[in-house]
């Protein structure tokens, strides 16, 4: 059985929810440390002008070093308006538009508190357009497992009784792979292969939030998020 560990983000990227189709079990790591140049409350769409980012504000001070969880939004700032008026004038001619701008005309008419909260509800929703409905998510904060960093990975493995940890590629740089082995559990770091797809707006352009294939391709979008099938390449 296979788990996957990431923290949360902000509408995430094809990687992200990649991993969680790999995984048997996935788990939200929202009770680490929150980083503020990273992606929890940020992500990129593409436009008529090239990429585009959508920030979420957060009330974090450059010296606080508080848990992901614990992060709150900044609604003095009329955020959701900016986020879905940008979707609905960059993606208004995709070919399913239709289908999933209720989703976010929904979301952004909701009062949000806690950063974690969006991250998870549009986790949730845009796992199940791409048809992984019944994942298995959990959050961390959740969990009856302490420890430090690699010895909770490992314990959180051993929670679901899982053989093999499905690591994103920046893993490489503080997982020793031999110390997780000496525990039964095996570590497979991701090697994502970016697709090509159809977008709008001329040139491909890689690694923007899944939302950015779901308006292009709709319900074919898992299958060439996992590279099962090839996106077609006209560029209108």
């Known amino acids: 059985m296979i788990i996957g560990i990431l923290q949360p983000g902000y509408l995430p990227w094809l990687g992200f929810f990649e991993q969680m189709c790999r995984s048997d079990v996935f788990v939200i790591y929202d009770d680490v ?43 003095e700032v009329n955020w959701r308006k900016k986020h879905l008026a940008s979707l609905k004038q960059n993606y208004a001619k995709a070919p399913f538009y239709k289908e999933y701008i209720e989703l976010f005309d929904e979301a952004y008419s909701r009062p949000w508190d806690l950063l974690v909260d969006i991250d998870l509800y549009f986790i949730t929703k845009l796992a199940e357009c791409l048809g992984m409905e019944g994942k298995m998510i959990y959050r961390s904060s959740a969990l009856p ?30 997982i020793d792979a031999e110390v997780f082995l000496k525990q039964g559990i095996r570590v497979e770091f991701q090697d994502y292969q970016h697709p090509v797809y159809h977008q709008l707006y001329g040139d491909f352009i890689s690694r923007l939030s899944v939302i950015d294939l779901l308006f292009n391709h709709g319900r074919e979008s898992l299958s060439i998020l996992t590279n099962q099938k090839k996106g077609r390449l006209s560029n209108p």
Do not use: M
């Open 145 to 174: 497992v302490e420890g430090g960093r690699i010895e909770r990975l490992i314990r959180l493995c051993k929670h679901f009784g899982t053989d093999t940890f499905y690591e994103g590629a920046a893993g490489r740089s503080y």
């Open 33 to 75: 440390q929150y980083d503020k140049e990273g992606w929890r409350n940020r992500n990129r769409i593409k436009t008529v002008n090239g990429v585009q980012w959508l920030t979420v504000p957060v009330l974090v001070k450059f010296s606080e070093r508080l848990l992901i969880a614990d992060v709150r939004i900044n609604n």
